[in-house]
């Protein structure tokens, strides 16, 4: 049974760092769209990065490209999200999602992700 645990998250300030960490019972399938998705209060939930299992790649949501990095250990069935550099935008609460790979590729949307965990809430202040 695929479930996904995050931890890691937190208060901190602006230009701070934290890392998320979602751990991973089993992969839905040998190839997986897994990564992150952040939701803040009133507004939708927007992927945040994403990895394709299969090609090995990554994407970004362009708000946090170059500062945060997704990662996963395979040995310990981890995922990870490295964040620098944090600013107010960034607060919200994360989930860690695993998906079907369409056609080889992650579709960056939340309805092909089936599988989320609980969350762990993000919040930036001055």
């Known amino acids: 049974q695929v479930r996904l645990v995050e931890s890691g998250g937190g208060s901190v300030q602006v230009g701070g760092s934290l890392q998320l960490s979602c751990v991973v019972s089993?992969?839905?399938?040998?190839?997986?769209?897994i990564g992150w998705f952040r939701q803040a209060p009133v507004k939708e939930r927007e992927w945040v990065a994403i990895i394709n299992t299969r090609a090995g790649g990554t994407a970004y949501g362009y708000s946090v490209k170059g500062r945060f990095t997704i990662s996963q250990d395979n040995v310990k069935n981890m995922l990870y999200l490295q964040m620098n550099n944090l600013n107010s935008e960034d607060t919200a609460m994360y989930y860690c999602a695993a998906g079907s790979i369409v056609r080889s590729y992650c579709i960056l949307d939340q309805r092909y992700f089936g599988y989320w965990g609980q969350g762990t809430q993000v919040t930036v202040s001055a």
């Open positions: 089993e992969y839905p399938a040998s190839n997986t769209c």
